[in-house]
């Protein structure tokens, strides 16, 4: 809402006809768990009272982690391991490590080909600074980078974007996320870029959070997902 608009109910009229919306278009014989989900910026009080008086709670906590682009890890490839720039021609394949590697992450539904399209090549989307780590001639892990120069002048930074990375189960723990994450901040300081951003649930199964600390990111911004159960 514009802040000069703010008080006289707009927000709580969208918000009603949003969840109203919503109601339809989950309404169906299916059987399956229906539920509502709102993503709130974690300062946004407002909107906050708003979810809570229409019976949304708070379910899920995110975090976005910024790091300059100083002292940056040195890139290596692990044992066994062969870190190459982002093949086009294998987008099939990498879409299915990306829908197994989140299979076991909360709210996370496996991506169609339309969707993992638009995210690696549509707006932002940067593939000369994305990676994918083989074994063999098997894509077993990717990052996937993007970068947004609209928002370099109000951020003051120019910020690389790890938008997505994911690596198989069967792969983890073997430090080929750290590798691909080295690399690609690598290949951002050669582009000339300031600083390094992600995102990442707070409760991540993989560790992930600890994971990006040890490699310098630092609490930027937060969201909260507020959810309602309707059946």
């Given at each position: 809402v514009d802040p000069d608009a703010a008080g006289r109910g707009a927000g709580g009229a969208l918000l009603d006809w949003g969840?109203?919306?919503a109601a339809e278009l989950l309404a169906d014989d299916s059987g399956l768990p229906r539920v509502i989900r709102v993503n709130?910026?974690?300062q946004d009080r407002a909107v906050e009272t708003l979810l809570g008086a229409r019976g949304l709670r708070p379910v899920r906590w995110f975090s976005t982690l910024l790091r300059p682009l100083s002292?940056?890890?040195l890139p290596s490839d692990p044992?066994?391991?062969?870190i190459v720039t982002w093949d086009a021609e294998r987008s099939?394949?990498?879409l299915a490590v990306s829908n197994a590697s989140f299979v076991d992450h909360w709210g996370s539904a496996p991506m169609l080909p339309e969707g993992w399209?638009?995210?690696t090549t549509g707006f932002g989307a940067h593939q000369a600074t994305s990676f994918m780590a083989l074994d063999g001639d098997r894509v077993v892990a990717f990052l996937s980078s993007h970068r947004y120069e609209v928002d370099d002048d109000a951020?003051?930074?120019k910020i690389g974007w790890v938008n997505h990375l994911g690596t198989l189960p069967g792969y983890r723990r073997r430090g080929i996320a750290s590798a691909l994450i080295a690399r690609?901040?690598?290949v951002y300081v050669a582009e000339g870029w300031t600083h390094a951003a992600l995102e990442v649930d707070n409760d991540n199964p993989t560790g992930a959070r600890g994971l990006y600390s040890s490699l310098g990111f630092a609490p930027w911004r937060g969201a909260v997902t507020w959810e309602k159960p309707l059946f």
């Open positions: 969840l109203a919306r709130v910026p974690d002292d940056v890890p044992s066994g391991i062969n099939d394949e990498t399209t638009q995210r951020s003051g930074m690609a901040l690598a």
